[in-house]
């Protein structure tokens, strides 16, 4: 399975911007598709998910972003998006997608396969 983010960029503080994850190879239907991002001098941390299509398609998030980040799936293409509003200077980072085999939810056992990162830096 490999992952591509794409959509990241400079944006004002209230902002938006939409990321897209492409995930390609088999069986993507038995995979969870996760968002993370790594702040400067900071750990990686979880963003928001979204289980497997044959597991429901339930979309999970952090505390810091509910309300302003959404995340969908698009089996048709395959890919998944992270559509962030309201964007603040602390959601600064590198967003990477990554995905989890199974059909248990998201986050359960660690994510097995990581695409490349893309930056998004937001502007005070």
């Known amino acids: 399975v490999q992952l591509q983010a794409s959509g990241g960029g400079l944006v004002q503080a209230g902002g938006s911007l939409r990321l897209s994850c492409a995930v390609s190879?088999?069986?993507?239907?038995?995979?969870?598709v996760g968002w993370f991002r790594q702040a400067p001098g900071k750990e990686r941390e979880r963003v928001s998910c979204?289980?497997?299509?044959?597991?429901?398609?339930?979309?999970y998030y952090v505390d810091s972003v509910k309300g302003r980040f959404a995340i969908s799936r698009d089996n048709a293409k395959t890919t998944v998006d992270l559509q962030m509003n309201n964007l603040k200077p602390e959601d600064t980072a590198v967003y990477y997608c990554?995905?989890?085999?199974?059909?248990?939810?998201?986050?359960?056992?660690?994510?097995?396969?990581w695409g490349k990162g893309t930056l998004v830096t937001v502007s005070s």
């Open positions: 990554a995905a989890e085999y199974g059909l248990g939810g998201c986050w359960t056992y660690g994510m097995d396969y």
């Open positions: 190879g088999p069986n993507p239907d038995y995979y969870a």
């Open positions: 979204v289980s497997a299509s044959l597991g429901g398609n339930t979309a």
